[in-house]
DNA sequence: GCATTCTGTATTTTT
DNA sequence: TACAGAATGC
């Protein structure tokens, strides 16, 4: 069956899903149809029959790509088993799985994620005796990436970490672990090192699409160059203007540069705006045109009309979140809008706590994505940590995290003779560990020598199952059972029978997220090593599935783009909270980035926008007040209407609103 | 080795 | 205020 894309599409729409061969460069404004496009484009590439293993394509979270993989299965109603559509990281875990013997990591390695890698880094800094006040676990992980990722060199201020650095490395290796940047940097390294394998990849892989280019780091973009460089076929889709990402390393610049090292580049610009209300549109570009740095675009839409931004002066963040609630409350009465298509948006997730718990007072349904992942809960990590030890021995970060969770005795003195036994002879913690068991003279006494035992019998003879080849599923519970971790989830909550329930419910959560997953037809090859790898890369909450629908969406904006609602709030509309105080005093430069970030907000929004500027806020233990966010005055004004409830308060709102902005104007003026 | 008390610190955004 | 990790006592 054809896919009548010609009249689904605009012209520009349908340039882009025609050009196929050659290097590509989208321009896709916010609403633009961009998903839509490039879905297109990849079911008429099927079509014209490219085979679906010879396209690759990259994107930047786990949320679009598993979107984009269920648009194209929609669209060509086929399998795509055989179509890569995944994550920068998780692409190059797949291929360090492959690979990475080369440079002397064996294939079980372990992912750590940013807490395993502070562990590391502290554990690290104890062995090497730096004074605990001048281990920032957090700023370091920040300096290593940097480092590793050729953002920051070492200097006369951090000079001081350089060893700690480098053994920092040196023990990732010998836990065979590799951290998210290895990802990204590893798989370049061999790449370039080893020409059979960058053959092997060019030889399978001849097309290839990023999505969302402008938040691709200057490494994301050499790893996507080295593999295209020969067929060349490289298209890249993005918009200068949603870029936010550049404290992770994400560099627009690439679009320059992507135009420098592919010459003849087709560009093509998506402008029209199929989304927005004129207004809403109308807000967004008046307000990004204070950016200086953006390439020239003109966003526009057949839509006239549109309700104008209601912006909201509460109290306080408690009476905003009510506001907030009663809002949707009223809105879902009126015009029936549906919870799903409401959408709160904030800067920092701090920023949601009020806000919840208005929603539960209201009961109103919503849903948090974003926050920290299942899989890092305290509860959840634990049994990983007994899948990665299984996966590999080597992972002292895992070891040291389980050895005594439940407690079974081993404490810190056994774990120091563990350490030292270790260090002597550069092996890991368990591989000296079982060495040290297989003595004839022990070097424990027989208590803790028992003890240790029970542990690595539980890991050998789970492991022994786990890799067998048989369903891991029903082992992992067995071992759950055998680990009495129950009893101790008991213990540790003294007594609080509801929380220790809760917690025990995640496990169980996680053993079913194992059974679906080597349950499901379309995983190819289900083992342990990929399914540690794939919950490692997922750091965020972003399950979409069955509950969709009904919950009125709350998540920072970051975690909004890609998605749109018929209604959007924005709380915290306030100077330090967008533009953030942080960003700003970390560079005034900032501030373009926080402006476009404050664009991806306006531009989620479909029909309608709220405002909202609290008077107060509670910061820690005092309330302080707040300053509207200078981004409302560069809105253009006469699309903006103060909200009202009564007549009274209209006029008090109103001339709260104005004086606002005069108090504004007298600030920057002086 | 474990449980309790104490102390310090709040981390912007995410793979 | 709230929560985690360290120090201290049993």
Redesign the pocket.
Known sequence: MSINYLKELNDRQIEAVNTINGPILIIAGAGSGKTRTITFRIAHMLETGIPQNSILSLT????AASEMAIRVTSLTRKKCTHLTIS????FGAKLLRSSIHHIGYKANFSIY???DK?ALI?EVARELKFP??AV????LAHLF?DIKTGMRSWNSENDQYRELYAEYLDHLKTYNAVD??D??VLPIRLLRDTPEILQSYQDRFHYFMVDEFQDTSKLQYELIRLLAEKSKNLCVVGDDDQS??S??GADYGNILQFEHDFPGVIEIKLEQNYRSTETILSAANGLISHNRNRKHKNLWTGEKGGNALEVIFPENEEDEAHFIAEQIRSVKQTDGTPFHEVGVLV????LTKTIETAFLKDNIPYKV???T?FFQR?EVKDIISYLRIMANPDDDVSFLRIC?TP?????????RTLRSIAEEKGYSIYSALSAALHLEVSPFPTK?KT?LWDFVSVVEVYREKMLSGKPMAPSLKAMVEELGYWAYLV??T?GNERTAKFKYGNILAFTDILETYEGNPDTIDPNLFDFLNRIT????D?NQESDENGRVNL?????AKGLEFDIVFLPGVEENIIP?A??I??DPK?IE??RR?FYVALTRARKKLYLSSCRTRKL??NTIDCIPSPFLDELPQDLIKPYTEEKVVEEQDAMDFFSAIKSRFNDTSE
């Open positions: 930047f979270t786990n949320k994550t920068f990281h998780s994620d940013q807490s502070m502290k605990r006040e920032d676990a957090y700023a990436s998210f940047d990802l990204i936010i990402y404290w992770r800067r920092t997730n701090s994505s974003g926050g992942s305290k005594n407690r079974r005795g081993i404490g810190k003195k056994t774990i803790v003890d213990q540790e003294h890369l997922i750091t965020r972003d998540m920072t904006i970051h975690s953030h942080r960003a005093e970390e900032n980035e926080e970030l820690l233990r």
